[in-house]
Structure formats: structure tokens, C-alpha cells
């Protein structure tokens, strides 16, 4: 597997979700599902790798941080879709921590990842983030706030993995006559 090539499309999917993400704001989160199975070519939790988790986590933290965003990192099914965030992020946004630690086969490699690379990880059983990658069919949609709307990147995939992205929009209230920002 070429790792620079993951780090490559890793960078360029999430530049271009947050500069499609119009409704972002600073403080908002990005959630991450991932399965690394999926990335190296392997069927989902059969071929976990903490190597592309580390990979992934490492190269994802710095854009987020850089657009002022906070980073949500989806655990797998074993771990009920938990997500690791910074113990702030935690209290901003009054949410209620599980007590659960990630393991490569529950939870995850990303998810373990970014459990060792966050200053003060906690874990949580529920978010709402404003945009998204799932990279592999990890399902984020349940951590997306409403309305979700697909972005169709230009990069599709992530190592051998199909990449999905999501962003929030405000609901469009009103008929035909109403006028709405973009």
C-alpha cells in the first residue's frame, strides 16, 4: 500500500469538504468513520491496520485544527459508534461521556488512533457534527446534524476504499415563493 498516496488523497478530500462546507463555522465538528480494512483492500473489520489509523489520524488532525474545527472520530459497531474528541470539545458541547477505551477490533484503528494522538481523549456515544468523511461504508450519518446533504468529492477513494462525504445545511423553510443563501 503507498501511504503517501493515502496521506495525498486523505488532504485533498478533506480540503475540499470544508471548502464545500459553506455552513461551517469555527468550533463545528468533523466527524471521521474509517474502516482501514476497507482502505487496504480487505472486506470491513477483517484486516484492521493501526499503521493507515496513525496515517489517516495524523495527517486529518492538523487540517481540522488549521480551519478551526474540532475532529469526532467514529468508533466501529463493537463499540456502539462511539466517538473520541478532546475533553473540551466534550464539555462544549454538553455531552455525556461513555466509559469505553477503542481497541483495534473494537472500535477501531482510527478510532484507536486518535484515542493515543488527542491531548485529552474522552469518548461519547452520541455528536452532531456539520460535515463529514466516511471512508469505507463506516455510516456517520447518525453524527451529522440535519439536513444532511452528500458532497460528491473529486477524490472517491481512499486506498482501495469508497469515500462518502456529508455536510449540513440549514432546512429550507418556506414555499415557492421564499428566497434562500445559496
Known amino acids: 500500500m503507498n501511504y503517501d498516496k493515502i496521506r495525498k488523497q486523505m488532504i485533498d478530500a478533506a480540503e475540499e469538504l470544508i471548502k464545500e462546507a459553506y455552513y461551517t463555522r469555527p468550533g463545528d465538528i468533523f466527524v471521521l468513520g474509517c474502516s482501514t480494512s476497507e482502505v487496504l483492500g480487505v472486506q470491513i473489520g477483517k484486516g484492521s491496520s ?3 489509523g496513525s496515517l489517516i489520524i495524523e495527517t486529518l488532525i492538523p487540517i481540522v485544527k488549521t480551519h478551526g474545527l474540532n ?6 459497531e463493537h ?14 458541547n454538553h455531552l455525556e461521556e461513555v466509559n469505553v477505551v477503542p481497541a483495534l477490533h473494537a472500535g477501531g484503528a482510527c478510532s484507536v488512533a486518535a484515542y493515543e494522538q488527542f491531548d485529552q481523549p474522552v ?8 460535515l463529514g468523511i466516511d471512508i469505507g461504508d463506516t455510516e456517520i450519518g447518525m453524527h ?16 482501495e476504499a ?19 443563501l445559496k
Open 123 to 130: 469518548m461519547v456515544e452520541h455528536i452532531t457534527g456539520t
Open 71 to 76: 475532529l469526532a472520530v467514529q468508533g466501529c
Open 50 to 52: 493501526q499503521e493507515v
Open 162 to 180: 469508497r469515500v462518502t462525504a456529508l455536510m449540513y445545511r440549514p432546512k429550507l423553510i418556506g414555499g415557492e415563493r421564499a428566497q434562500y
Open 144 to 159: 451529522i446534524k440535519h439536513v444532511q446533504r452528500p458532497v460528491r468529492l473529486s477524490v472517491k477513494m481512499i486506498g
Open 79 to 92: 463499540i456502539n459508534r462511539s466517538l473520541v474528541v478532546e475533553r473540551d470539545v466534550m464539555l462544549q
